[in-house]
Each structure stands twice: as structure tokens, then as C-alpha cells.
């Protein structure tokens, strides 16, 4: 796809500038790997909506997710200069999508769901402050909309699954003594590959 063949190196190069401000730039193979996973999300994105207003969204998101991803992995952090643009972009493409197509009652769904996923992990976070950080909360409200505008079972597998992945990295880490139960993972990628998941089991969806 000639999209990421051109935004693939684009954004590896961001995440890189947001992980370390101070790097020269994204080595070749990070730059061909994240616009062949761009690639492949931009493709589930046209499946998943067929050409429509919401689209817009789940294409941003997938830009999105490949750079919080990196850097996630790369200093634990996920920037709001990437989430809040991501966001933004998802709720303006729902009110168009249901302006267009009358899908109201999805775009009212998305949007209690990404007040619902973002309380929830906001109250996690207050309860247990070494675990879900406020990147994490700003990014599962993030989800909650995007998952919430195919349904609730989205939502809920694609946190499920997200959750279900992050534990199996850790006991990995454990297991191989690269990590010990005290040492912080990111839970970034692990919840976008939840998210990404739930919405390929749901398949095209309206």
C-alpha cells in the first residue's frame, strides 16, 4: 500500500523522536517493519468499515497505534501528542459517520464507552499507582471509543485480550528471568493487540 510505503518511515521516525528527542533518526529495518504492520492495519481498517466516515478513524487509530506502540516499548511512556489527536480525530469521524448514515445510537455507544473504559482504568491507576499509569488510562479511553462504537462485546474482548496478553509477556519475562514481578512492562502494545484482535474476530461491521 503506497500510504504506508510513504508514512511508514514518517512515523517510525516520531516515535523515535518522542521516545529519545536526541536519536538521529529510525534505523531502516524499524522504518520497513512499521509500514508493513501500517500496511496491515490500514487494510483491517477498509474491511473492518468499508468506505465511510468512521473509517477515518480506525485509519488515524492505526497510524496512532504504531507509533504509541514504539514508544511504549522504548521508555513506558505514551504520549498525548499522539492520543489526544487520535481521539479527537475517532469522535469527529463517529459524529460524521452517524450524520451521514444515522448510526446515533453507535456514536452514543462510543462515547459511553470511552468514558466507561477511561473511568475504570483511572480508578485502577488510583488504587494501584505501579500499575496502570495515566498514559495508559488516556489510552484505554481511547479504545473504549474506538471498540465501543462495534459494540460492547468489542470493547470488553478487546480489554480482555489486551489484559490477557500483557500477563502472558510478564510470566515470559519472569520465566526467563529477563524481568522480575517488581519490574514495570508496558501496557501499551499489549492493549493494542487486544484491541486489534477483538476487532478482527468482530469483522466488518454496519
Not at 24 to 32: E, I, L, N
Not at 90 to 99: E, W
Not at 178 to 205: I, K, M, Q, S
Request: glycine share 12%.
Amino acid at each position: 500500500m503506497v500510504v504506508a510505503a510513504v508514512l511508514g518511515p514518517l512515523l517510525a521516525r516520531t516515535a523515535v523522536r518522542l521516545a529519545r528527542p536526541a536519536a538521529a533518526g529510525a534505523p531502516p529495518v524499524r522504518a520497513v517493519a512499521t509500514a508493513v504492520v501500517l500496511a496491515a492495519l490500514l487494510c483491517g481498517a477498509v474491511l473492518l468499515t468499508g468506505a465511510r466516515p468512521a473509517l477515518a478513524a480506525y485509519a488515524w487509530a492505526a497510524g496512532a497505534a504504531v507509533v504509541l506502540a514504539q514508544v511504549d516499548l522504548a521508555v513506558h511512556r505514551l504520549p498525548d501528542r499522539v492520543t489526544y489527536p487520535a481521539a479527537a480525530v475517532g469522535a469527529a469521524a463517529f459524529l460524521a459517520d452517524a450524520a451521514l448514515l444515522g448510526t446515533w445510537p453507535d456514536l452514543l455507544r462510543a462515547l459511553l464507552a470511552a468514558a466507561a473504559a477511561g473511568g475504570i482504568a483511572f480508578l485502577a491507576a488510583l488504587a494501584g499507582p505501579s500499575g496502570l499509569g495515566l498514559g495508559d488510562v488516556k489510552l484505554l479511553a481511547l479504545l473504549g471509543l474506538l471498540l465501543g462504537w462495534a459494540g460492547w462485546g468489542v470493547l470488553m474482548a478487546g480489554v480482555f485480550l489486551g489484559l490477557l496478553a500483557g500477563a502472558a509477556v510478564s510470566l515470559l519475562l519472569v520465566a526467563t528471568r529477563r524481568a522480575d514481578w517488581r519490574t514495570p512492562v508496558p501496557f501499551g502494545p499489549p492493549l493494542l493487540v487486544g484491541a486489534v484482535l477483538a476487532l478482527l474476530v468482530e469483522g466488518p461491521l454496519g
